[in-house]
């Protein structure tokens, strides 16, 4: 656990939770993290990030790529702090500007797989211009959104997916603005695949972001995750593990959604998983290859 | 070449394109608009890319993420925009990733007066983004040299691996000058970066005065790219005694290379005890109230600083040294004079401003050769 978390939230370090010597060993998706980066990571124990970089790594690993054409680029948060530990070529960069950075070297590097990974806050509020513009330019980059609810980082403010009325530290009396459907905006804007699964269900999770990853376009997977330490304290949400459980019980798959009636689907609040739109539109990149061939072969 | 009519926005767009950029990213903005419009329609001539960005924050990103990939990038805009770049400034001066951005001055505070000159943004591209950091910014007095800046803001950048700022005005961008401008096959920048992967990469390598070579992203190093205070392989670091053997070799790096940096132009007179130091389109006033004052006996000498970042604060003290009263004209209420005054003290300074989008003439300049 990170100082700054610890500072925020006044936590003791349990020594007991640190993991065992040999955890690097015992672990295939482990194996694949960075060599020379220090462990444990800044995440409080318990965490949901830490299954979404599983999940990225083994989808990488099952697409056969190479980890030097691979990518991550992110933007300021707990969960843009990721790609650090992972062993491709990683840019850590400024809150919210993820997908910009990941435009402009995707644009260089047409034949990389760039990965934009991104909080909730990142991604929507102080990103949300270039989330939909990378989205509506159908760019080649692969943006997972991990979804907590809050401001993890900066100690549970809310973000734009905090639900109704629920509390955060600046809002002591309950949320009074709606939250975004993170996936409605992402087909809204023109994304050429879109699919939202949780931490719980992290085999699905491997699965829609390989699939995102194999699309020629802009791919969004959201990663609905919990910040125990933030959120889930002033809401009452109890442990880590209650919180990863909930999303057991709280959401729906896109099949049993669609066995619902038409009320029972009105009146759903449950969180349904899936994948919303798989298409294909021209990809930015090729576009612009296609263009330069036009110039380059004497049109005007 | 042949001579040819242009605008110094115009020559801006060639000088980057016989300087090897092949990644553009921008937001329109007046007085800056053409050099978008020039490389939308040079760069895929030449196999380069040109993307209009949502907003500049997101344009300087994206000519960040390019260099990154490997290519020579560069964005330009104007007052606002530049307002809105400065976060993702600071972000290439501290992961020390080369990039030009090109501001072409016009009228402020805030929206002031887009189609008015000015050089109000002195200040600002040197201490615009937050913390200490080094920074390089190179100002044309006339079309040609804007192209010849540019060039030399490309080697510049990718030589100290800083982003390096283009600080023209409205005047020199719009102002057309028949030009001959070089062959550009003529123009060879030598190559910084590691384009193969070729034993051990220490990204950060941490030798003072040192500038470690930059990787492209995909040759095979697989590293880390931080702004947050990193240690020598880029990865993030709490710790004081990796810190401070970074922020020696990064505040310090351009100090040992001024010689190659520091571009001025200096008409000296004997005995001269007045003096004129201007830069940009004030420059030109300067040489035109020079030769008055000439003409009317006065001896006067004129210096024209070409890079304004670093300040050249050896030759500027030195020319305090040599006389007696320096006149500084600038379409700002005295931005750099502020740094002249460190120099020379300010008993030695005179200050000719003018902020309202109107040049300062050349009569005011003779006018503060009497006083
Ligand atoms: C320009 C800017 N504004 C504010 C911040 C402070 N800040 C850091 S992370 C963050 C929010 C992170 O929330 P989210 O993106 O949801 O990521 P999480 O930590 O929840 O994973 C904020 C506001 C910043 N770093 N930069
Ligand atoms: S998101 Fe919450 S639980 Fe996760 S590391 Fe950040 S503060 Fe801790
Ligand atoms: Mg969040």
Redesign the pocket.
């Known amino acids: 656990m990170n100082d700054h978390i610890r500072e925020a939230h006044g936590l003791e370090v349990d020594e007991g939770q640190l993991p065992a010597e040999d955890w690097f060993e015992r672990s295939e998706t482990l194996q694949k993290l960075r060599r020379n980066k220090k462990f444990p990571t800044i995440w409080c124990s318990g965490c949901g ?1 830490g299954v979404v970089m599983g999940a990225l790594i083994r989808a990488i690993d099952h697409l056969g790529l190479k980890n030097d054409d691979v990518a991550l680029v992110a ?6 702090r990721m790609p650090i530990y992972m062993d491709y070529n990683t840019l850590h960069t ?2 919210g500007r993820a997908l910009a950075f990941a435009t402009g070297l995707k644009i260089a590097r047409p034949d990389m797989k760039v990965i934009a990974i ?5 991604a929507l509020a ?1 990103g949300g211009n270039h989330f939909i513009h990378a989205a509506r330019r159908n760019m080649g980059i692969t943006a997972i959104v ?1 979804n ?1 609810s ?5 100690g549970g403010q809310y ?1 734009p997916t905090t639900p109704l009325n629920s509390r955060a530290t600046t809002a002591p009396y309950g949320n009074i603005e709606p939250p975004f459907p993170i996936c409605d905006l992402a087909v809204a804007a023109g994304a050429s695949y879109v699919a939202r699964s949780t931490v719980y269900h992290a085999l699905e999770l491997d699965k829609f972001i390989s699939e995102a990853i194999s699309k020629d376009g802009f791919s969004m997977v959201e990663a609905v995750s919990y ?1 125990h330490t933030t959120y889930g304290r002033i809401n009452k949400l109890g442990t880590a593990a209650d919180m990863m459980r909930a999303l057991k019980d709280t959401s729906i798959s896109q099949t049993a959604y669609g066995n619902l009636s038409p009320e029972e689907k009105t009146n759903n609040t449950k969180i349904v998983r899936g994948n919303f739109v798989n298409i294909d539109r021209p990809q930015y990149t090729n576009s612009y290859s296609s263009l330069i061939t036009r110039i380059q072969g004497g049109e005007q | 070449m042949s001579i040819k009519l242009m605008q110094g926005n115009d020559a801006i767009g060639w000088g980057a394109i016989a300087a090897g950029c092949r990644f553009y990213a921008g937001y329109p903005i007046t007085p800056s608009t053409e050099v978008a419009e020039i490389l939308s329609r040079e760069l895929p001539k030449v196999g380069g890319k040109f993307i209009q960005m949502e907003d500049e924050i997101a344009s300087m990103a994206a000519i960040i993420g390019a260099s990154v990939g490997g290519l020579k990038s560069m964005t330009a805009t104007s007052g606002p925009g530049f307002s809105l770049m400065q ?1 993702n400034i600071g972000y290439a001066a501290m992961t020390e990733i080369p990039c030009v951005i090109v501001d072409v001055q016009r009228l402020g505070p805030s929206t002031g007066q887009p189609t008015a000159a000015s050089q109000g943004d002195v200040m600002q591209a040197r201490w615009g983004t937050h913390g200490d950091h080094p920074i390089i910014a190179l100002s044309p007095t006339s079309v040609r040299q804007a192209f010849d800046l540019t060039v030399k803001a490309f080697e510049l950048s990718e030589k100290y691996r800083t982003p390096v700022i283009l600080l023209t005005d409205e005047i020199i961008g719009h102002m057309r000058e028949p030009v001959d401008l070089p062959d550009f096959k003529t123009i060879q920048l030598p190559e910084y970066r590691l384009t193969k992967k070729d034993g051990e990469y220490i990204p950060y390598r941490n030798e003072p005065g040192d500038v470690p070579p930059l990787a492209n992203f995909g040759v095979g190093y697989r590293y880390h790219i931080t702004a947050l205070f990193h240690d020598q392989q880029g990865f993030s670091t709490q710790r004081v005694d990796e810190i401070d053997p970074w922020l020696e070799r990064f505040n310090s790096k351009l100090d040992k290379h001024l010689d190659d940096i520091l571009m001025l132009e200096e008409d000296r007179m004997p005995g001269a005890q007045l003096a004129i130091l201007s830069y940009g389109a004030s420059a030109r006033t300067s040489r035109h109230a020079m030769k008055l004052a000439r003409a009317r006996g006065q001896k006067v000498d004129l210096m024209t600083l070409l890079t304004i970042w670093p300040f050249p604060e050896a030759q500027v003290e030195a020319l305090g040294e040599r006389v007696d009263r320096i006149i500084v004209p600038e379409m700002n209420l005295g931005q750099l004079a502020y740094e002249v005054e460190r120099m020379v003290g300010r008993k030695k300074v005179k200050r000719v401003t003018r902020a309202n989008g109107e040049m300062v003439t050349p009569q005011m300049v003779l006018d503060a050769l009497e006083g």
């Open positions: 990030i933007g300021i948060g707990c969960s843009a400024t809150h991104m909080g909730d806050g990142d102080i991990i907590n809050i401001y993890g980082m900066t973000s910040c | 976060e």
